[in-house]
């Protein structure tokens, strides 16, 4: 499979992780701790799937520990926001506002990586912009800007994190990375402040078995990101990935019930999806 198949694979994993995400992060009672506890699981899949499928794990330069540190501060603070996140934004409203987190490593890609700055990128990248200001706009007007301090925080982290996995996920095998990238900062967001005992069981009751099955989804969809990284332009995969929003957005609305400026969010829609055809 080549960089193309992956990225379209993670389009499809996004698009369920985004609808099932917002359904438990409303459910939660806890964010922060069902955060740590989906991440750990995440991480521990991962890692089993290392160990049975074992790669060789060489020990990393100080340049590539470096960044690996970095990565996983970035994962850990998007992390820390994500569920608090979800569970207060509708998930048609994150999901374009999360655009912005794509842009970062398209531009760092063609500024750092040397990745070549074509027409048709810059094209789609403008049309993506246009997007997410048709939603963020009517939010200005009615003056909720502080509700989208942690989404853009959230998205920020986000595309520092990928930009920061394309250039040190080459240096792992990707089960590895991936248990190092879920389970640390898991871990880290469990532990500042501790859980307590009784918040672990409430949250454990209240997702049941979606939680394993949101972080298998999701451990998925990362791993195959991170291999559409390895074979292709992260410029090329971030626009491709990015476009799962159409999917969800739509499900969102279908299925969420998430009607409030429709026809921004069908506009925005029909935006991206002719950024893609650009692409193609």
Not at 128 to 144: D, G, H, M, P, Q
Request: one cysteine or more.
């Amino acid at each position: 499979m080549n960089w193309f198949g992956f990225a379209i694979a993670t389009v499809i994993l996004n698009t369920i992780y985004s609808i099932l995400s917002r359904v438990l992060s409303v459910r939660s009672c806890d964010p922060r701790v069902f955060t740590a506890l989906y991440n750990m699981t995440g991480g521990l899949m991962a890692l089993g799937l290392w160990l049975v499928y074992p790669e060789p794990l060489k020990i990393p330069d100080f340049r590539t520990g470096a960044i690996t540190l970095l990565a996983i501060l970035s994962w850990t603070l998007f992390s820390r926001l994500e569920f608090i996140t979800r569970k207060k934004v509708e998930a048609s409203v994150l999901t374009i506002v999360m655009r912005i987190g794509y842009a970062i490593p398209f531009a760092a890609a063609i500024i750092f990586f040397g990745e070549p700055l074509t027409n048709s990128k810059i094209a789609a990248m403008g049309i993506i912009v246009c997007a997410n200001w048709l939603i963020i706009s009517a939010r200005f007007r009615k003056s909720e800007v502080e509700s989208f301090r942690r989404p853009l925080m959230m998205a920020g982290a986000l595309g520092l994190g990928w930009t920061l996995d394309k250039v040190a996920t080459a240096h792992y095998p990707t089960q590895f990375y991936t248990f190092l990238m879920f389970f640390i900062p898991g871990l880290v967001n469990g532990l500042t402040p501790p859980m307590t005992l009784r918040t672990v069981r409430l949250e454990l009751a209240t997702a049941s078995w979606n939680m394993p099955l949101l972080a298998l989804i999701n451990i998925a969809s990362y791993m195959l990101l991170m291999k559409a990284f390895i074979f292709g332009e992260a410029s090329s995969v971030v626009l491709v990935s990015s476009t799962y929003y159409v999917f969800a957005v739509v499900a969102a609305v279908i299925l969420l019930k998430e009607t409030t400026h429709l026809w921004r969010k069908i506009l925005a829609g029909i935006l991206v999806f002719s950024a893609v055809i650009i692409l193609t």
